[in-house]
């Protein structure tokens, strides 16, 4: 379980045993749901969305096809797949990969596989790094290993020599991206009370459409897509160095590891920057330490950390899991293949990029409003039906050619539901598995995303009516899959496997 110096006290000086609780009510009794420590460490540990945001969508930008201008006599007859016969590439071969490789005609198909590859890097990180901060790493260890990994792949694909180069320096960037707004989600929201824990986490999403907004900015000013690289990669540098080593490793995850000395300390320190004070013979102990068999109980605070295996032997978390894998994978469909349609309009990349980021932050606060007065179970099936039903009136006014502003409008409050829904199945997933395999089945959950962003493109392409059906069955069929899922507004955030069986047996009695 841990050194003998995590042991707890079981008795006071005095005698008497200690009061030992679980974090939940220690936050809400003594320590503070979300005081001055929570909002400093939630801006601290949130602001690694942007770095996520950065080294995902810079990909807009240096994978772009930039315009052509006309440099000889004949400006009508160019072969457009011969850069120097007469055209070149506006900001020169160094503006994108696509200029400085070629990848035009019957090259094209390499722009959509190095973004695939990085997606697919996303998934196989995500699941690794979900793994490891479960186990021997934490949250905080993955959180700066994935940011050092990230400045140290972001800076040499801005040197890469060849196409096939830069798409193995961005699966490896991919690897590591994938988990960085996994680790940074759950250690920033698990010391948040149970009553704020919701908005907290709903909140964290704006710092990636902040990043968004802000690569926008940076793309605009530097406009040779190697420089592009080596500026997005240096917040990665900046966040390792200035701001990891002010961040707490989660108490939660001390708890599960048997360090329950750390897990203590961690809650005083919240409790005396709140304003508020622990009593001194108050401990903290595993939601499923009051089982009446205590011989199993005793039995599951042996294991410190759990795995994908765990999950899927208790009936409980395998539905839960295998429920969840499905919802997010048609959400990110949707999410992503609506994104991409709107990118494609003709309009000023750098605007339309800024716009787009702008655009999703009415869905964050929508959601962050209604999540603790409706629940999460009915929200999700409200914005998943949402955009399911507008794209599916955007496929049907489609055969009208005048009512390409109506249909434009469908797919803006396709994006609108959406990306509340998949915002808010963050925090949902997060609450339905308990701490010991948390971050696994977010894990699977991310990974199930990546799955539905590679998938995404492939869906835009087929054209201009059948991804408005695709997105509009995904969505719709997505809510209906909500509806099987318990609601965990108000309830216990629980610690163990053990824990969340006896909780699920109480809701049956």
């Known amino acids: 379980m841990g050194s003998k110096a995590s042991e707890p006290l079981l008795a006071r000086p005095d005698g008497y045993p200690v009061t030992r609780m679980s974090i939940d009510d220690m936050l809400s009794g003594y320590a503070g749901d979300f005081g001055r420590w929570q909002l400093r460490h939630f801006l601290l540990t949130s602001a690694a969305w942007a770095l996520e945001a950065l080294h995902t969508m810079v990909m807009i930008f240096s994978d772009?096809?930039?315009?052509?201008?006309?440099?000889?006599?004949?400006?009508?007859?160019?072969?457009?797949?011969?850069?120097?016969?007469?055209?070149?590439?506006?900001?020169?071969?160094?503006?994108?990969?696509?200029?400085?490789?070629?990848?035009?005609?019957?090259?094209?198909?390499?722009?959509?596989?190095?973004?695939?590859?990085?997606?697919?890097?996303?998934?196989?990180?995500?699941?690794?790094?979900?793994?490891?901060?479960?186990?021997?790493?934490?949250?905080?260890?993955?959180?700066?290993?994935?940011?050092?990994?990230?400045?140290?792949?972001?800076?040499?694909?801005?040197?890469?020599?060849?196409?096939?180069?830069?798409?193995?320096?961005?699966?490896?960037?991919?690897?590591?991206?994938?988990?960085?707004?996994?680790?940074?989600?759950?250690?920033?929201t698990e010391p948040v009370g149970p009553s704020k824990r919701g908005a907290a986490g709903m909140s964290t999403f704006y710092f990636f459409s902040g990043g968004i907004a802000i690569l926008a900015g940076i793309a605009y000013q530097f406009q040779s897509w190697r420089s592009l690289y080596v500026v997005t990669s240096l917040p990665s540098l900046l966040f390792f160095l200035a701001i990891i080593p002010f961040l707490s490793e989660s108490p939660r995850w001390y708890l599960v590891r048997g360090k329950v000395n750390e897990a203590v300390n961690v809650m005083r320190d919240i409790s005396r920057t709140n304003g508020k004070e622990i009593p001194h013979h108050y401990s903290l102990k595993l939601d499923d330490e009051d089982s009446e068999d205590k011989e199993a109980g005793q039995q599951q605070n042996k294991v410190s950390s759990g795995s994908i295996l765990d999950v899927l032997r208790s009936r409980v978390t395998r539905v839960r899991l295998i429920l969840s894998v499905a919802i997010n994978l048609l959400?990110?469909?949707?999410?992503?293949?609506?994104?991409?349609?709107?990118?494609?309009?003709?309009?000023?990349?750098?605007?339309?990029?800024?716009?787009?980021?702008?655009?999703?932050?009415?869905?964050?606060?929508?959601?962050?409003?209604?999540?603790?007065?409706?629940?999460?179970?009915?929200?999700?099936?409200?914005?998943?039906?949402?955009?399911?039903?507008?794209?599916?009136?955007?496929?049907?006014?489609?055969?009208?050619?005048?009512?390409?502003?109506?249909?434009?409008?469908?797919?803006?409050?396709?994006?609108?539901?959406?990306?509340?829904?998949?915002?808010?199945?963050?925090?949902?997933?997060?609450?339905?598995?308990?701490?010991?395999?948390?971050?696994?089945?977010?894990?699977?959950?991310?990974?199930?995303?990546?799955?539905?962003?590679?998938?995404?493109?492939?869906?835009?392409?087929?054209?201009?009516?059948?991804?408005?059906?695709?997105?509009?069955?995904?969505?719709?069929?997505?809510?209906?899959?909500?509806?099987?899922?318990?609601?965990?507004?108000?309830?216990?955030?629980?610690?163990?496997?053990?824990g969340i069986e006896e909780g699920e047996r109480e809701i049956l009695k």
Not at 67 to 94: I, K, M
Not at 116 to 123: D, E, K, P, S
Not at 168 to 185: E, I, K, M, P, Y
């Open 64 to 188: 772009r096809e930039p315009g052509r201008v006309c440099t000889g006599a004949d400006c009508t007859s160019l072969d457009p797949c011969r850069p120097g016969s007469g055209w070149e590439w506006v900001g020169g071969p160094g503006s994108s990969i696509v200029a400085e490789w070629g990848l035009v005609c019957g090259e094209k198909y390499k722009v959509g596989l190095v973004q695939a590859v990085f997606f697919a890097g996303c998934m196989v990180g995500a699941g690794v790094f979900g793994h490891l901060s479960d186990s021997s790493l934490g949250r905080k260890g993955s959180l700066t290993v994935v940011c050092s990994l990230n400045t140290i792949f972001g800076l040499l694909t801005s040197i890469a020599p060849s196409y096939w180069v830069y798409t193995l320096l961005r699966f490896l960037t991919g690897f590591s991206t994938g988990g960085v707004g996994l680790c940074a989600f759950v250690l920033a």
């Open 331 to 498: 959400c990110s469909i949707v999410y992503y293949g609506l994104s991409l349609n709107v990118v494609n309009l003709k309009t000023n990349l750098y605007a339309s990029v800024l716009l787009n980021s702008l655009a999703e932050i009415p869905a964050y606060a929508l959601t962050a409003l209604l999540l603790d007065h409706f629940g999460r179970k009915p929200l999700a099936i409200g914005t998943m039906i949402l955009s399911g039903v507008f794209c599916t009136i955007g496929l049907l006014v489609g055969v009208f050619g005048e009512m390409e502003v109506t249909r434009m409008v469908c797919g803006v409050v396709g994006i609108f539901g959406m990306a509340a829904t998949y915002n808010l199945l963050f925090i949902y997933t997060a609450e339905l598995f308990p701490t010991v395999v948390r971050n696994v089945a977010l894990g699977c959950t991310a990974q199930a995303c990546q799955l539905g962003a590679i998938v995404a493109p492939f869906v835009v392409v087929l054209g201009e009516s059948v991804p408005f059906a695709v997105f509009g069955v995904s969505g719709i069929l997505g809510g209906i899959l909500v509806c099987y899922l318990p609601e965990t507004m108000n309830q216990p955030l629980y610690d163990t496997m053990a």
